[in-house]
């Protein structure tokens, strides 16, 4: 959603109108459910995905004569049955929201942005049908569920919520760390790198990062703050301090710990641990080694295993 709403930004400040497309309902069998968004232009898609395909260029195509003629919102139920040549067999109703150039759809990313910056949580409502009504941000909203179509002053919404789902921290920038970074970030995590060298901690090395920071090992909970919601991922250059790390992790609540290592280097820092008084439960918390075993060697392939196992990480806690 935050990439989203940047796309929106840059289509406002560059005073050119766009189309916010989203799958509002699926029924059956359908390549996306609820709550797929991508965003067309003129020239056509500028960010996202409703599930791709046939539907999804017909949905841009729609888009773009739309805006040559002026625009305005509409909604449309696609038919993804093999008789109009979709093997899926089912159908989605598409709801396809103008937004004009103006200060009003300025506002929207504006505030989105901030709501994600201060980790609160927000519902985003899509006008339904057609009119000129815009999207809104909403803080105050109490509604069941996480999603659904809502009425408010006699407007029919398409409501989301959203709320702070955690940031990955990166325990060391090395290979394998400018490996995962990007690739985290494409899959919508947000990632925090920190290393105790200042050659390696560089913000240059990693734009995708929401944070780049050099720190002592030792002393992390002078700088760090970490919730449930969040990851840890170590990475540093040596064992010395993935303990130190570990140690560290295991006095807060963050919901995943993972680091790096052979099973040899996990049976080692395991006999530690227990030697130094943790407890099994306590250590039952850590995955070591991290990332699921796909047999990867490379930095690159470390990466694609760590990042498949936090992406089932994530859809657990939904």
């Not at 709501?115 to 049908?129: D, N, S």
Request: with cysteine; hydrophobic share 40%.
């Amino acid at each position: 959603m935050k990439d989203l709403m940047k796309k929106i930004q840059a289509q406002a400040l560059d005073s050119q109108p766009c189309y916010l497309v989203a799958l509002i309902e699926s029924e059956g069998s359908t390549p996306r459910t609820s709550g797929a968004y991508m965003l067309v232009g003129e020239k056509g898609l500028l960010y996202g995905t409703i599930g791709g395909g046939g539907m999804e260029y017909a949905a841009q195509q729609l888009a773009q004569q739309r805006l040559r003629c002026g625009g305005g919102s509409f909604v449309k139920t696609f038919d993804l049955s093999p008789a109009v040549g979709m093997a899926c067999g089912g159908s989605c109703q598409v709801q396809f929201c103008y937004l004009p150039v103006g200060e009003e759809t300025g506002d929207l990313p504006e505030e989105a942005l901030s709501a994600m910056k201060q980790r609160a949580p927000w519902w985003f409502l899509l006008p339904l049908g057609e009119g000129n009504a815009l999207p809104q941000i909403k803080k105050d909203l109490q509604l069941a569920g996480r999603r659904g179509v809502i009425n408010i002053d006699g407007c029919a919404y398409y409501a989301e919520h959203y709320d702070y789902d955690g940031s990955v921290y990166v325990f060391g920038a090395g290979h394998v760390a400018c490996e995962l970074v990007p690739l985290l970030s494409h899959l919508g995590f947000k990632c925090i790198v920190l290393d105790d060298r200042a050659e390696f901690a560089d913000a240059a090395a990693f734009p995708q990062a929401e944070h780049v920071q050099q720190v002592d090992f030792t002393k992390l909970q002078e700088v760090c703050s970490l919730t449930a919601k969040d990851y840890a991922v170590v990475m540093t250059r040596g064992h010395v301090h993935d303990a130190n790390v570990e140690r560290y992790l295991l006095t807060t609540p963050v919901g995943y710990i993972g680091i790096m290592g052979s099973k040899n280097k996990a049976a080692m820092a395991r006999a530690a641990l227990l030697a130094d008084g943790y407890s099994e439960q306590q250590l039952a918390r850590v995955i070591m080694p991290i990332g699921i075993d796909i047999g990867s060697e490379t930095p690159a392939e470390i990466a694609v295993s760590i990042a498949a196992q936090l992406i089932q990480t994530r859809a657990e806690r939904v």
